[in-house]
Protein backbone atom coordinates (compact mmCIF):
# COMPACT_ATOMS: atom_id res chain seq x y z
CA UNK A 1 0.00 0.00 0.00
CA UNK A 2 1.37 3.77 -0.89
CA UNK A 3 1.01 4.62 3.13
CA UNK A 4 3.47 1.92 3.85
CA UNK A 5 7.33 1.38 3.37
CA UNK A 6 8.17 3.27 0.23
CA UNK A 7 11.31 1.81 -1.18
CA UNK A 8 12.98 -0.13 -3.53
CA UNK A 9 14.49 -3.55 -1.96
CA UNK A 10 17.83 -2.15 -2.63
CA UNK A 11 17.29 0.64 -1.06
CA UNK A 12 15.61 -0.88 1.87
CA UNK A 13 19.33 -3.12 2.13
CA UNK A 14 21.24 0.16 1.55
CA UNK A 15 19.97 2.30 4.01
CA UNK A 16 21.61 3.06 8.01
CA UNK A 17 19.83 0.82 10.68
CA UNK A 18 21.11 3.74 12.66
CA UNK A 19 18.95 6.32 10.83
CA UNK A 20 15.74 3.90 11.46
CA UNK A 21 14.56 3.41 14.87
CA UNK A 22 17.23 4.86 17.30
CA UNK A 23 15.48 6.02 19.65
CA UNK A 24 17.84 8.97 20.81
CA UNK A 25 17.92 10.36 17.31
CA UNK A 26 14.10 10.19 17.64
CA UNK A 27 14.63 12.46 20.80
CA UNK A 28 17.09 14.44 19.18
CA UNK A 29 15.25 15.09 16.19
CA UNK A 30 11.95 16.17 17.98
CA UNK A 31 13.69 18.87 19.86
CA UNK A 32 15.37 20.55 16.84
CA UNK A 33 11.80 20.28 15.19
CA UNK A 34 10.41 21.84 18.69
CA UNK A 35 12.92 24.65 18.45
CA UNK A 36 11.96 25.41 14.86
CA UNK A 37 14.91 24.42 13.42
CA UNK A 38 14.77 23.58 9.19
CA UNK A 39 15.41 19.82 8.50
CA UNK A 40 17.48 20.04 5.51
CA UNK A 41 17.83 16.76 2.89
CA UNK A 42 21.21 15.47 4.48
CA UNK A 43 20.49 15.93 7.70
CA UNK A 44 19.32 12.71 10.52
CA UNK A 45 15.91 12.05 9.92
CA UNK A 46 13.41 9.57 11.66
CA UNK A 47 13.22 6.51 8.91
CA UNK A 48 9.05 7.50 9.31
CA UNK A 49 9.60 11.17 8.55
CA UNK A 50 11.40 10.74 5.43
CA UNK A 51 8.83 8.39 4.13
CA UNK A 52 5.59 10.08 5.52
CA UNK A 53 7.02 12.99 3.57
CA UNK A 54 7.75 11.01 0.44
CA UNK A 55 4.40 9.63 0.69
CA UNK A 56 2.73 13.37 1.01
CA UNK A 57 5.23 14.86 -1.68
CA UNK A 58 5.13 12.22 -4.24
CA UNK A 59 1.11 12.10 -3.32
CA UNK A 60 0.93 16.07 -3.64
CA UNK A 61 3.30 16.40 -6.99
CA UNK A 62 0.64 13.40 -8.96
CA UNK A 63 -1.86 15.58 -7.92
CA UNK A 64 -0.72 18.64 -9.67
CA UNK A 65 0.06 16.63 -12.90
CA UNK A 66 -3.03 14.53 -13.07
CA UNK A 67 -4.63 18.23 -12.04
CA UNK A 68 -3.77 18.93 -15.59
CA UNK A 69 -5.83 16.73 -17.11
CA UNK A 70 -9.87 18.03 -15.96
CA UNK A 71 -8.52 21.55 -16.88
CA UNK A 72 -6.75 20.58 -20.45
CA UNK A 73 -10.33 19.54 -21.71
CA UNK A 74 -11.46 22.94 -22.06
CA UNK A 75 -7.71 24.22 -24.01
CA UNK A 76 -9.21 23.68 -27.26
CA UNK A 77 -12.83 24.88 -26.70
CA UNK A 78 -12.20 28.30 -24.45
CA UNK A 79 -14.51 30.68 -25.29
CA UNK A 80 -11.69 33.77 -26.56
CA UNK A 81 -8.39 33.57 -26.97
CA UNK A 82 -7.51 35.61 -23.92
CA UNK A 83 -9.43 32.96 -21.75
CA UNK A 84 -7.45 30.41 -23.77
CA UNK A 85 -3.99 31.68 -23.40
CA UNK A 86 -4.20 32.00 -19.39
CA UNK A 87 -5.82 28.64 -19.04
CA UNK A 88 -3.01 27.32 -21.01
CA UNK A 89 -0.38 29.41 -18.83
CA UNK A 90 -2.13 28.29 -15.64
CA UNK A 91 -1.72 24.49 -16.83
CA UNK A 92 1.51 25.30 -17.59
CA UNK A 93 2.39 26.34 -13.60
CA UNK A 94 0.89 22.97 -12.23
CA UNK A 95 3.22 20.86 -14.39
CA UNK A 96 5.88 22.68 -12.92
CA UNK A 97 4.88 22.86 -9.73
CA UNK A 98 4.82 18.90 -10.19
CA UNK A 99 8.24 19.79 -11.21
CA UNK A 100 9.35 21.35 -8.30
CA UNK A 101 7.61 18.82 -5.78
CA UNK A 102 9.39 15.96 -7.52
CA UNK A 103 12.42 17.45 -7.31
CA UNK A 104 11.76 18.09 -2.78
CA UNK A 105 10.76 14.24 -3.05
CA UNK A 106 14.05 13.47 -4.58
CA UNK A 107 16.03 15.04 -2.03
CA UNK A 108 14.79 12.27 0.21
CA UNK A 109 16.06 9.38 -1.84
CA UNK A 110 13.52 8.28 -4.21
CA UNK A 111 13.73 8.25 -7.41
CA UNK A 112 11.26 10.61 -10.34
CA UNK A 113 10.93 6.79 -11.91
CA UNK A 114 9.67 5.14 -9.00
CA UNK A 115 7.34 7.98 -7.46
CA UNK A 116 6.11 8.08 -11.43
CA UNK A 117 5.56 4.44 -11.46
CA UNK A 118 3.71 4.09 -8.53
CA UNK A 119 1.05 6.79 -10.15
CA UNK A 120 1.07 4.57 -13.72
CA UNK A 121 0.67 1.37 -12.25
CA UNK A 122 -2.37 3.21 -10.38
CA UNK A 123 -0.74 2.47 -6.75
CA UNK A 124 0.27 5.79 -5.78
CA UNK A 125 -2.34 8.45 -4.20
CA UNK A 126 -3.37 11.63 -5.73
CA UNK A 127 -6.36 13.97 -4.98
CA UNK A 128 -9.56 12.68 -5.59
CA UNK A 129 -10.81 16.09 -7.09
CA UNK A 130 -8.92 15.31 -10.00
CA UNK A 131 -11.20 12.50 -10.69
CA UNK A 132 -14.57 14.65 -11.38
CA UNK A 133 -15.33 15.92 -14.55
CA UNK A 134 -15.37 18.70 -16.14
CA UNK A 135 -18.25 18.92 -19.02
CA UNK A 136 -18.91 22.62 -18.79
CA UNK A 137 -17.04 25.95 -19.23
CA UNK A 138 -17.80 27.29 -15.88
CA UNK A 139 -15.79 24.41 -14.75
CA UNK A 140 -12.49 26.37 -15.15
CA UNK A 141 -13.97 28.81 -13.52
CA UNK A 142 -15.23 26.49 -10.42
CA UNK A 143 -11.80 24.99 -10.35
CA UNK A 144 -9.97 27.86 -10.14
CA UNK A 145 -11.87 29.60 -7.32
CA UNK A 146 -12.64 26.15 -5.65
CA UNK A 147 -9.99 23.85 -6.03
CA UNK A 148 -7.31 26.42 -6.34
CA UNK A 149 -8.61 28.33 -3.56
CA UNK A 150 -8.94 24.87 -1.20
CA UNK A 151 -5.00 24.26 -2.82
CA UNK A 152 -4.05 27.52 -1.51
CA UNK A 153 -5.57 27.65 1.78
CA UNK A 154 -4.20 23.72 2.92
CA UNK A 155 -0.64 24.77 1.46
CA UNK A 156 0.10 28.46 2.66
CA UNK A 157 1.21 26.67 6.18
CA UNK A 158 3.25 24.01 4.13
CA UNK A 159 5.56 27.02 3.41
CA UNK A 160 6.37 26.46 6.92
CA UNK A 161 6.92 22.93 7.11
CA UNK A 162 9.55 21.34 9.22
CA UNK A 163 11.03 19.98 5.58
CA UNK A 164 13.28 22.55 3.94
CA UNK A 165 13.00 21.69 0.52
CA UNK A 166 9.35 21.01 -0.06
CA UNK A 167 8.64 24.17 2.41
CA UNK A 168 10.42 26.24 -0.42
CA UNK A 169 8.99 24.62 -2.98
CA UNK A 170 5.68 25.87 -1.34
CA UNK A 171 6.00 29.34 -1.37
CA UNK A 172 6.31 30.25 -5.47
CA UNK A 173 3.63 27.52 -5.84
CA UNK A 174 1.33 29.21 -3.13
CA UNK A 175 1.98 32.42 -5.35
CA UNK A 176 0.67 31.02 -8.36
CA UNK A 177 -2.05 29.15 -6.93
CA UNK A 178 -3.86 32.43 -5.34
CA UNK A 179 -3.04 34.05 -8.92
CA UNK A 180 -5.20 30.85 -10.17
CA UNK A 181 -7.82 31.42 -7.61
CA UNK A 182 -7.91 35.01 -8.50
CA UNK A 183 -8.69 34.04 -12.35
CA UNK A 184 -10.94 31.34 -11.49
CA UNK A 185 -13.21 33.60 -9.44
CA UNK A 186 -12.77 36.29 -12.30
CA UNK A 187 -14.23 33.83 -14.54
CA UNK A 188 -17.29 33.04 -12.30
CA UNK A 189 -17.88 36.61 -11.59
CA UNK A 190 -18.55 36.85 -15.50
CA UNK A 191 -21.03 34.20 -15.40
CA UNK A 192 -22.64 35.17 -12.50
CA UNK A 193 -22.84 38.53 -13.96
CA UNK A 194 -24.41 37.44 -17.50
CA UNK A 195 -27.30 36.00 -18.64
CA UNK A 196 -29.46 33.79 -16.56
CA UNK A 197 -28.15 30.76 -18.96
CA UNK A 198 -24.37 31.45 -17.90
CA UNK A 199 -25.87 32.33 -14.07
CA UNK A 200 -27.47 28.97 -14.05
CA UNK A 201 -24.03 27.33 -15.52
CA UNK A 202 -22.07 28.99 -12.59
CA UNK A 203 -24.71 27.63 -10.00
CA UNK A 204 -24.76 23.92 -11.58
CA UNK A 205 -21.14 23.92 -11.57
CA UNK A 206 -20.94 25.15 -8.12
CA UNK A 207 -23.20 22.34 -6.99
CA UNK A 208 -20.47 19.82 -8.71
CA UNK A 209 -18.50 21.02 -7.18
CA UNK A 210 -18.55 22.43 -4.04
CA UNK A 211 -18.46 18.77 -1.61
CA UNK A 212 -15.70 17.85 -3.83
CA UNK A 213 -13.37 20.63 -2.56
CA UNK A 214 -14.14 20.53 1.10
CA UNK A 215 -12.93 16.88 0.45
CA UNK A 216 -9.35 18.01 -0.66
CA UNK A 217 -8.67 18.97 3.17
CA UNK A 218 -8.70 14.69 3.89
CA UNK A 219 -10.55 12.91 6.14
CA UNK A 220 -12.57 14.30 9.40
CA UNK A 221 -9.57 14.72 12.26
CA UNK A 222 -11.15 11.69 14.04
CA UNK A 223 -10.72 9.97 11.04
CA UNK A 224 -7.10 10.81 9.75
CA UNK A 225 -4.52 8.88 10.19
CA UNK A 226 -1.31 10.67 9.99
CA UNK A 227 -1.76 14.36 11.19
CA UNK A 228 -1.16 13.74 14.83
CA UNK A 229 2.33 12.36 14.04
CA UNK A 230 2.67 15.30 11.24
CA UNK A 231 1.58 17.94 13.45
CA UNK A 232 4.07 16.46 15.95
CA UNK A 233 6.78 16.63 13.56
CA UNK A 234 5.41 20.34 11.95
CA UNK A 235 4.91 18.40 8.58
CA UNK A 236 1.18 19.86 8.85
CA UNK A 237 0.64 23.06 10.83
CA UNK A 238 -2.88 22.67 11.24
CA UNK A 239 -5.88 19.90 11.14
CA UNK A 240 -7.52 18.87 8.21
CA UNK A 241 -10.74 19.91 9.81
CA UNK A 242 -9.25 23.35 10.79
CA UNK A 243 -8.43 24.03 6.98
CA UNK A 244 -11.80 22.91 5.99
CA UNK A 245 -13.19 25.31 8.38
CA UNK A 246 -10.89 27.91 6.95
CA UNK A 247 -11.58 27.51 3.67
CA UNK A 248 -15.48 27.45 4.15
CA UNK A 249 -15.42 30.54 6.32
CA UNK A 250 -13.35 32.65 3.01
CA UNK A 251 -15.58 31.16 0.12
CA UNK A 252 -19.45 31.68 1.62
CA UNK A 253 -19.14 35.10 1.77
CA UNK A 254 -17.84 35.02 -2.08
CA UNK A 255 -20.60 33.45 -3.24
CA UNK A 256 -22.67 35.36 -1.46
CA UNK A 257 -21.44 38.52 -3.66
CA UNK A 258 -21.86 36.37 -6.67
CA UNK A 259 -25.73 35.34 -5.96
CA UNK A 260 -24.70 32.04 -6.29
CA UNK A 261 -25.75 29.65 -3.61
CA UNK A 262 -23.60 26.98 -1.41
CA UNK A 263 -25.57 23.88 -1.63
CA UNK A 264 -25.47 23.06 1.43
CA UNK A 265 -28.98 23.27 3.48
CA UNK A 266 -27.13 23.21 7.24
CA UNK A 267 -24.93 25.86 5.64
CA UNK A 268 -25.47 29.01 8.74
CA UNK A 269 -23.17 31.31 10.47
CA UNK A 270 -22.77 30.52 14.09
CA UNK A 271 -22.16 33.77 16.12
CA UNK A 272 -20.92 32.43 18.77
CA UNK A 273 -17.86 30.44 16.80
CA UNK A 274 -17.68 33.03 14.50
CA UNK A 275 -17.77 30.60 11.75
CA UNK A 276 -20.35 28.81 9.67
CA UNK A 277 -21.47 25.71 10.64
CA UNK A 278 -21.60 23.21 7.70
CA UNK A 279 -23.44 19.93 6.54
CA UNK A 280 -22.09 16.59 6.53
CA UNK A 281 -19.77 15.32 4.29
CA UNK A 282 -20.49 12.14 2.20
CA UNK A 283 -17.69 10.14 3.74
CA UNK A 284 -18.18 7.27 1.58
CA UNK A 285 -18.19 9.07 -1.46
CA UNK A 286 -14.61 10.28 -0.81
CA UNK A 287 -13.50 7.08 0.83
CA UNK A 288 -14.90 5.27 -3.04
CA UNK A 289 -13.35 8.24 -5.42
CA UNK A 290 -9.99 6.64 -3.50
CA UNK A 291 -10.78 3.66 -3.82
CA UNK A 292 -12.13 3.12 -7.27
CA UNK A 293 -11.45 6.36 -8.43
CA UNK A 294 -14.62 7.76 -9.33
CA UNK A 295 -15.80 9.08 -12.29
CA UNK A 296 -12.46 9.43 -14.42
CA UNK A 297 -10.16 7.69 -12.02
CA UNK A 298 -9.92 4.89 -15.08
CA UNK A 299 -9.61 8.04 -18.18
CA UNK A 300 -7.12 9.96 -15.52
CA UNK A 301 -4.42 7.31 -15.34
CA UNK A 302 -4.90 6.25 -18.90
CA UNK A 303 -3.95 9.62 -20.53
CA UNK A 304 -0.57 9.84 -17.69
CA UNK A 305 0.19 6.44 -19.45
CA UNK A 306 -0.06 7.39 -22.97
CA UNK A 307 1.97 10.40 -22.04
CA UNK A 308 4.53 8.48 -20.73
CA UNK A 309 4.65 6.25 -23.46
CA UNK A 310 4.28 9.06 -26.05
CA UNK A 311 7.29 11.15 -24.60
CA UNK A 312 9.81 8.20 -24.01
CA UNK A 313 11.24 9.01 -27.15
CA UNK A 314 12.22 12.88 -25.59
CA UNK A 315 13.23 11.34 -22.72
CA UNK A 316 15.56 8.82 -24.74
CA UNK A 317 16.33 12.03 -26.88
CA UNK A 318 17.27 13.91 -23.82
CA UNK A 319 19.65 11.31 -21.83
CA UNK A 320 21.37 10.05 -25.50
CA UNK A 321 22.38 13.91 -25.53
CA UNK A 322 23.80 14.42 -22.40
CA UNK A 323 25.87 11.70 -22.54
CA UNK A 324 27.35 12.83 -25.61
CA UNK A 325 28.15 16.31 -23.75
CA UNK A 326 29.11 13.89 -21.33
CA UNK A 327 31.67 11.97 -23.49
CA UNK A 328 32.78 15.69 -25.03
CA UNK A 329 33.82 17.16 -22.05
CA UNK A 330 35.64 14.05 -20.71
CA UNK A 331 37.49 14.14 -24.24
CA UNK A 332 38.38 17.72 -23.97
N1 LIG B 1 -7.53 12.66 -2.04
C1 LIG B 1 -6.89 11.46 -2.03
N2 LIG B 1 -6.37 10.92 -0.90
C2 LIG B 1 -6.51 11.62 0.24
C3 LIG B 1 -7.14 12.88 0.29
C4 LIG B 1 -7.67 13.40 -0.92
N3 LIG B 1 -8.34 14.55 -0.98
N4 LIG B 1 -7.11 13.32 1.56
C5 LIG B 1 -6.48 12.38 2.28
N5 LIG B 1 -6.13 11.36 1.50
C6 LIG B 1 -5.49 10.12 1.91
C7 LIG B 1 -4.12 10.35 2.53
O1 LIG B 1 -3.11 10.40 1.54
C8 LIG B 1 -3.99 9.13 3.42
O2 LIG B 1 -3.71 8.00 2.61
P1 LIG B 1 -2.41 7.02 2.82
O3 LIG B 1 -2.23 6.82 4.26
O4 LIG B 1 -2.77 5.75 2.10
O5 LIG B 1 -1.29 7.72 2.16
C9 LIG B 1 -5.39 8.92 3.93
O6 LIG B 1 -6.25 9.55 2.96
C10 LIG B 1 -5.62 9.47 5.31
O7 LIG B 1 -5.55 10.92 5.32
P2 LIG B 1 -4.71 11.76 6.37
O8 LIG B 1 -5.49 12.96 6.76
O9 LIG B 1 -4.26 10.89 7.49
O10 LIG B 1 -3.45 12.15 5.46
P3 LIG B 1 -2.50 13.42 5.55
O11 LIG B 1 -2.11 13.72 6.96
O12 LIG B 1 -1.40 13.21 4.57
O13 LIG B 1 -3.42 14.65 5.05
C11 LIG B 1 -3.58 16.02 3.07
C12 LIG B 1 -3.94 14.68 3.73
C13 LIG B 1 -4.29 17.15 3.83
C14 LIG B 1 -4.05 16.00 1.62
C15 LIG B 1 -2.03 16.23 3.19
O14 LIG B 1 -1.37 15.10 2.65
C16 LIG B 1 -1.53 17.45 2.47
O15 LIG B 1 -1.67 18.56 2.96
N6 LIG B 1 -0.88 17.26 1.30
C17 LIG B 1 -0.24 18.31 0.53
C18 LIG B 1 -1.20 19.03 -0.36
C19 LIG B 1 -1.79 18.13 -1.44
O16 LIG B 1 -1.32 17.06 -1.74
N7 LIG B 1 -2.85 18.61 -2.06
C20 LIG B 1 -3.48 17.86 -3.14
C21 LIG B 1 -4.12 18.78 -4.04
S1 LIG B 1 -2.91 19.53 -5.09
C22 LIG B 1 -3.70 20.67 -5.80
O17 LIG B 1 -4.72 20.93 -5.31
C23 LIG B 1 -3.12 21.25 -7.06
C24 LIG B 1 -3.70 22.53 -7.48
O18 LIG B 1 -3.21 22.86 -8.70
C25 LIG B 1 -5.16 22.63 -7.45
Not at 104 to 132: C, H, P, Q, W
Not at 302 to 307: F, K, L, Q, S, V
Request: proline share 4%; charged share 25%.
Amino acid sequence: MYSTDLRTDQEKKSADPQVLDDAKLWDTFQSRIDNGDVIEAKDDMPEKYRQTLIRQISQHAHSEIVGQLPEGNWVTRAPTLKRKLILLAKIQDEAGHGLYLYSAAETLGRSRDDMVADLLSGKAKYSTIFNYPTPTWADIGTIGWLVDGAAVTNQIPLCRCSYGPYARAMVRVCKEESFHQRQGYEIVTVLAQGTLAQKALAQDSLNRFWWPSLMMFGPSDSASTHSSQNMKWKIKRHSNDELRQRFVDATVPQAEFLGLSIPDADMRWNEERGSYDHGEINWDEFWAVIKDGGICGKDRIRARRAAAKDGQWVRAAAHAYAQKQETKERVA
